[in-house]
């Protein structure tokens, strides 16, 4: 027993040994909070931050704030901005080795990193300077620490400094993120399309007519099962490895904003909750900014993007903004003649060589990777399983795709104002909402619109013959905008926004369902005056109103006696009571929402399969199978039915069978698959499993959570609301600000885990910093 308490108490010192050391290695990287740094400033810098880390910046000079930003993004972020630059310029490799590779060769064919650098040669000399005054920032704050950030010795390397051209590299990240299909999508559209009869092609293709919530209130009228039979290619036994279809299009975010006329003070108020991918740290960074522009005092509040220097999403105190991904068709696919040897390609104005850029790839631990990229007049040469070879026209591949005219955000003074910079800015696509100070509200595209004529804008065809073009954007005036709508209402859900013309400007890369904007725009619409917590409360609905008729039909088509039958009487049970919302407690919402994918899954098997052997995915289709679904169960042709049924009947009986196995191989019984344990947080540090035994403790807690796809509360476990704002210009005291995890990368920081309790338990933090707890001086160097 001596031995034994012995070994124990050795243990516990060589345990406490290495948690120390541990700590005091740390420790090097940690920021000094109340720190006093001689740095390339103009004049003296204050940057103050409140107990959660958010930061307030007060300068004389834009380019000295600008500076400090950056000084700060590199203390605490600058691993996240290493990665952001890397993943777009396809330089992962040279930091984790050759497991990146295949990565950053997918990347390369983009040459981002050519077109930064030559954007610098092109951009004014503005937003040079701010460029650089950030990136001097940047280099400054990573100086300042006694050692590298902690990531850096995990892998054994050191960070490079920042470039000017890295900020840039930020933003086509963003590209790469919000518009980056490569082609996938047309390229299944266009097997679809070369499979079937055009009717039943148009058929399964189709906007959804039921969930269709246009702020222009245009409308689309569903696409009748077609008369002709039902195609061969669809009716034969076919399996798929893959039959995961073309659901929701979380990617991309809610807004939503109120007229001065609904409001108590008079004033608009704007609501923005972004979806992506959640990690530790969390994408954004809540920064104010306050310097001196023409004699007065300018102050702008939100978040930033670490690795750039504008606020991307807040408010300046005439105006708020925010934003969602479009959703729109921003790439095309165009098919490719070559030449018999490969050298050249078919143009506009007859053969051509094939352009080639060498690409050098820098590998950790190997010898450097020489990638060959092939481009034509229209873009890279890409390749897809079939032997047609394909270019990639995408607006991120445009000299106009990137720019700082965001910033410009800073200083405009009413909605007005704001909706008339929309031509030139160079983001990826966005819907933009605007509200200001005297109750305006507006929305348009920001980022660049191509002017296009295409015969298909869904699949890919030859452009050779100049029947299918793209020219510069489209003019300024041809713009479109919505100002000041009757209703005092407006929102945007990655659905379609419009239609009509303004449609045709552009077109679907693949549009939500539309049940998450037509549940925000039915709340919009049933209150009549409007505060930021009514807002905020619209952001957190999580009721599962698409699947109401998916209820319906399971009770209505599954008997008490039939499931009693079947053994699936405590799976009726559950659905029948606990399926309206996506709470983590609901059993019956997680075997109703597995039941409806069942279905739609066993009903389009064939066309999953017959993607599959062509080499695409059913997921990458253009439009949910949601609409076209519920046409065939109203007909229920014998024809349409998937050859491995017997009857529609039997079909939804085998769906409901099906759901529960799956619940029950993942749970072990229906009792314990409530929805909080299918959806339990996953945000963790890219690292964390790197680190034997101590890795899980940079990971925000496993909790469960509410929300799903198709509801405005969108959540997975690592993907869903990047942050939560509600605000009115000008009054910002009111306003309502949270991100999921915290302000710092740094584990020991005291801002590492600062928001997210509160943004997991739906508690409004405000919009504006709280009181100072922490300063740090910028003084000009001797």
Known sequence: MKILSWLLALLLLVIILLSGSLYFYLKGSLPNYNGRYQVAVAEPVSLSRDALGYLTIYATERSD???????????ERFFQMDLSRRYAAGELAALFGARALPQDKQQRQHLFRRRAEQLLTSLPTAELQLLAAYSRGVNEGLASLSRAPFEYSLLQSQPEPWLEADTLLVIYSMYLDLQGKAGRDEYAMTQLQAALPADWYRFLQQHSSDWQAAIDQSEVAAVAVPDSPYPTALQQRQSCQDCTLKDATDLGSNNFAVAGSLTSHGAAILADDMHLSQRVPGIWYKVQLNWQHNGTTRQVTGLSLPGTPAIVVGSNGKIAWGFTNTTADWHDLVKIELSA????????????????????ILVKDAPVETLTVQYTEWGPLVSFPDDQPYALRWVAHEPYAVNFTLRQLELADNAAAALALAPEMGIPAQNLLVADAGGNIGWTVFGPIPERKLQDWNTAQYWHQGDNYWRERIAASAYPHIFNPASGRLWSANARTVGGEVYQL????????????????????????????????????????????????????????????????????????SADTASPEAIGYTLLR??????????????????????????DLKYSLETPFWLLWQQQRPDTLPASHSSWQDLLLSAAQDSQQKILAQYGSLQQANWGKRNSARIEHPLASAIPLLGRWLNMPATPLAGDSHMPRVQHAAFGQSQRMVVTPGQEQNGILVIPAGQSGHPLSPFYRADHRYWQAAIALPFLPGPEKYQQQLLPAP
């Open 341 to 360: 040897d490969k050298q050249q390609y078919l143009g506009v104005e007859g053969w051509q060589p094939l352009r080639r850029y060498q690409e050098q």
């Open 65 to 75: 704030a600008a500076f400090a930003l950056g000084f700060a993004h590199a203390q």
């Open 506 to 577: 552009l077109g679907n890369g693949g549009y939500d369902l539309g049940a998450r904007g037509r549940q925000i725009a039915d709340s919009l619409r049933e209150a009549s005056q409007f505060d930021e917590q009514a807002l905020h409360q619209i952001q957190l609905d999580h009721r599962a109103i698409l699947l109401q008729r998916w209820q319906q039909l399971l009770l209505n088509e599954l008997s008490v006696e039939l499931a009693a039958q079947s053994g699936l009487s405590e799976f009726r049970q559950h659905i029948a009571q």
């Open 594 to 619: 597995q039941f409806r994918l069942s279905m739609l899954e066993l009903t389009f098997a064939p066309v999953a399969a017959l993607l599959e052997q062509a080499g695409a995915r059913s997921s």
